[in-house]
């Protein structure tokens, strides 16, 4: 058992809509990112921390995070107020 928080599957089933995955549309970027982390052999790249450690709290699996960085990192202009790139625009 992998010692990593496991984040929801996309393809659950829930009340509306019918799967998680229908809330982002084909087009959407962050399925360019989510297929892109996944072919990636993060261990072979230098991350840590991609074996999960037998003790401890279980902490989120690297490629998450990476995905998280990669899609929330703003292009060049691109700030809302506080000066972060606005989630609600993608």
Known sequence: MPRFIEGQDRHQVTLLPESLDDFITEDNAVRVVDAFVNELDLAELGFEGVQAAETGRPSYHPT????IYIYGVPPVGVLDDRGNRPITDR
């Open 64 to 67: 998450v995070l990476l995905k």
